[in-house]
Structure formats: C-alpha cells, structure tokens
C-alpha cells in the first residue's frame, strides 16, 4: 500500500527541505512537491512537523545473559519501546558466554529476536573467545550479513578477551572488513580498584564510579588504539564518557588509526551525582564505564557538535530496581550493570541537544542516525531520505510537552532514570518500511515484521 506525507520538513544530516514523500510497499519512491496520492493511499499531513530519516540505536543489549541475570526486556517489548521512541533500527550485541561457540551465540541472538522484533534489526558479533573453531564460525557469520564484531576489554572470565584474542580478533577483522566495536576499560586496574574499595567498606553504588575513574577507561582507549595502529583494523569505541578517554582516541585519530567514537544519551545528560543518590536509589544508575563528574558533558556535546564522536546509542540494558539491582545491595561490584533508555534517547537528545542550542536539526540527524548506517553499511537504505530508501520515517512533534516516567512507558522494567523529566517534542507518527508502527506514543505495528538486516563490510 502506498502512504504519501504531505508539506513534510525533511531534515537529513546534510539537508532540510520541504515536500511530499510517496513510499509505495517498503520503499521511498518519490520526494517532490504537490505529489498527488495515488488512489487508496494513506496520507498524512506533516505540517508543523519534522520529518526525520528512522533513527538507529547503534548500541542495545535486549537480551542479554549477564552477572548472573538476564536483562528484562525481551524483542518484543524492547523494539516497540524503540519506535515509540522514534528509533526504527537497532544494533544488537551478541554476547555469548566464553564457553558458547560463536555459531551457537549468533543462532540464540536470532532466535530470541525471530518472530519478536517490531523494528529492524542488526547485530555486532561478540568475540568472547578466540581460536581455531571460532575464527571459522566467525567467517560464517560475516558472512551470513554481520559486518561488525564486539570485543569487551573488561569483564574478564565473562566476556572479556586476552590480548593475544584482541590481536587476533583485529587481524581477522582486518582482513574481512569488518569494523570492531570495543569497550575499553582496564580490567585489572577495575578489579584492583574494586578490592581496595570493598576492603575500605565502600559497598554502596557511589564506589562504583571510584573503581572506574576515567584513567582506567582512557587506559582501555590507548590499548585498543594501539592494538588497531598495529594491526591495521578499523575500531568503533562503545559508550566513550570522559574527556580522558576522548583524548586517547582523538591522538591514534591522529596518527592514522580509523576509529569512530559511540557516546551515550547517558552521559550527555546524567553525572555520577545520581549514582550517589541515597537509599540504594543509586543502584539505578549503576552502569559501566560510570557517569561522570558534570564538567565532561560540554566534553562530549562539543565532542558530537564538531564531529569529534560519531554517535549517540543507549547500550540499553535493563534490570529491575526492585528484583535484580538489589543483588548488588551489600557488594557494588555485583549491581547488574545498565541504565535503560531505548525509549528516550532520541526525545532527550532533542529536548537537550536541539533545544538548548547544542546541536542543529543536521547534526542531530547525523549522530542519531545517518553517521551510525554509513559506520556499519546500512546507508543509503538507512540514515537518509531520499528515493530508493527504506521508507523508515519519523515524523516528529517539536509542540509536544510531557513528562517521562515509568507509568507510561513500553520499556519492560520497574523504573525509569529519567523519571518526572520534562521532554519538549516527540514522534507523532513513525513508520518502518512503509507501515505506521507508532501513533502518538502508542505502538499500532505488528509485532515480528522487524527484519534482520544483512549488512556486507565496506558497502557503504
Ligand atoms: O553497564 C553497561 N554498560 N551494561 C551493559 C554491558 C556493557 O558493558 O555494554
Ligand atoms: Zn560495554
Ligand atoms: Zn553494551
């Protein structure tokens, strides 16, 4: 069927016009003005209204097996809280247990999202073990449409790699194109610290941030960076935080290492005072690397403003405050890590970002979107209006008022870290591939019409 929006504002990364979109089945065919509907079609009247390119989350974890629990939401409840929210595709990481085959992970992340998924989706491919059996498997799954890997620099014994893995996880990747995402904190120095707090009687969430200070992840940063310099691979760096580890990135940037820079919705507008918060309350704000002290926000606007970082994602990962935080109540080191935010990225990016004058319409569609499908070869088909794309639309609301909280939200879990905050616009209507998904906050799409997406290293 076909669906034509009418007096649309089109903003791309790198355009703002206005005019009619025609999108016949799944795909934007036609951008002119005056489009005449075609009989039977939809059509809804954009005026007033931003009409944005499907944002895209570059980083989630929906399921996700992890200190000793799983994380709350499942694809369905996840995916519908990312369109409501105005993101029409989702990188997801596999993250199999050291003793999973790859083969075995990547076939579990597919059939956890089979059948479930809302919104498009893509996975980064975890390497949490590296040998003879596993560097085949992985061939495959490149080969089978997964063009990125994900390695983890922390959590040894879970999901963390030796060095002699890292150098052999960049080599293959080097060779097939691939681009590795990493998340870089200093193992070692994280467990040292975490002892020498724990024997010091700081139990509570506030030591979390004192067991990650930002030397340990600027450690990680410069780490990866060299490992990438002598290898040769192009790096993506996860949920970057601080100035520190800017820094590090910024000079292998430098001297030649191709690396991108993820940061979060969390940092940008949350600092480590939250995870002091008394009663526990603290606990809900425990994720990894932490927030940080207040003076790195301006870091990273400044850092997404002048291209410096590429993206902003969620690392979404939700565990319960009532259930599954408190099996950290008495030890901070075992606080199941995550701060959810798949459903509210994009309307506190906007409200913080577009609003205050930080970033402009483009930019915001740059970090949101378009820079995440050109990094992980998604683009033309995503990231951009144009003819020829999936018609993944986004028609934004810059008059709405509300309030975030849990009482409203779709997300699957018992709080919300940005609870009684106001937001300043929101999707009115949001569209995969040619069908309405999203009217006015609420999910009318059909559950399991998300597709994986095969991507081929180096097509865009
Ligand atoms: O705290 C976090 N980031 N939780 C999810 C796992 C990860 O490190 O990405
Ligand atoms: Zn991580
Ligand atoms: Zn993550």
Redesign the pocket.
């Known amino acids: 069927m076909a669906l034509v929006i009418k007096n649309a504002d089109i903003v791309n990364a790198d355009t703002r016009f206005t005019a009619d979109i025609l999108c016949d089945g799944e795909t934007i065919v036609r951008i002119d003005r005056e489009i005449t509907p075609p009989p039977g079609a939809e059509v809804i009247d954009a005026t007033g209204k931003h009409v944005f390119p499907g944002f895209i989350d570059p980083?989630t974890?929906i399921y996700l097996p992890f200190m000793g629990t799983f994380s709350k939401d499942d694809y369905e409840t996840g995916t519908k809280a990312a369109l409501v929210g105005g993101t029409t595709t989702i990188f997801e990481?596999v993250c199999p247990a050291r003793d999973m085959s790859p083969a075995d992970g990547f076939a579990l992340w597919r059939q956890q999202a089979q059948g479930k998924a809302c919104c498009d989706y893509s996975f980064h491919m975890g390497v949490t073990r590296f040998d003879a059996d596993s560097a085949s498997q992985l061939r495959d799954i490149v080969r089978a449409g997964v063009g990125s890997f994900k390695v983890f620099l922390a959590y040894k014994g879970a999901f963390g790699v030796d060095d002699t893995e890292l150098w052999q996880t960049l080599a293959l990747a080097r060779e097939l194109g691939v681009i590795v995402t990493a998340?870089c904190e200093n193992e070692t120095l994280v467990s040292q610290l975490q002892r020498q707090l724990l024997a010091a009687g700081r139990t509570g969430p506030d030591a979390h941030h004192d067991s990650r200070p930002p030397r340990v992840e600027a450690e990680g940063v410069h780490h990866l960076m060299t490992f990438a310099e002598l290898t040769g691979a192009r790096v993506y760096i996860?949920?970057l935080s601080c100035r520190e580890a800017l820094d590090a990135a910024v000079a292998a940037r430098e001297r030649g290492v191709r690396v991108s820079i993820e940061t979060l919705i969390q940092y940008l507008v949350l600092d480590k005072t939250w995870a002091e918060r008394p009663d526990f309350e603290g606990a809900k704000y425990v994720m990894s690397p932490p927030l940080r002290d207040a003076s790195n926000q301006a870091v990273l606007w400044n850092g997404l403003a002048s291209g410096l970082v590429q993206t902003v994602g969620t690392?979404h990962?939700p565990f319960d405050f009532a259930t599954q935080k408190p099996m950290g109540r008495d030890d901070f080191t075992r606080i199941p890590n995550g701060i959810p935010s798949i459903e509210d990225r994009i309307n506190l990016l906007w409200t913080h970002g577009v609003k205050t004058g930080r970033l402009t319409l483009q930019q915001f569609v740059a970090v949101a979107s378009t820079n995440a499908a050109k990094i992980f070869d998604l683009w033309p088909r995503k990231g951009v209006i144009q003819p020829g794309a999936d018609a993944d639309l986004v028609i934004y609301d810059p008059s709405y008022r509300g309030t975030i909280s849990v009482q409203t939200q779709t997300q699957a879990v018992d709080y919300n870290a940005f609870e009684g905050w106001p937001i300043e616009g929101r999707p009115a209507v949001v569209t995969v591939r040619g069908e309405v998904a999203v009217r006015d906050g609420t999910f009318c799409g059909v559950v399991g019409r998300g597709r994986f997406l095969k991507r081929v290293p180096g097509r865009s």
């Open positions: 980083h974890h990481m998340h996860v949920h690392d990962a």
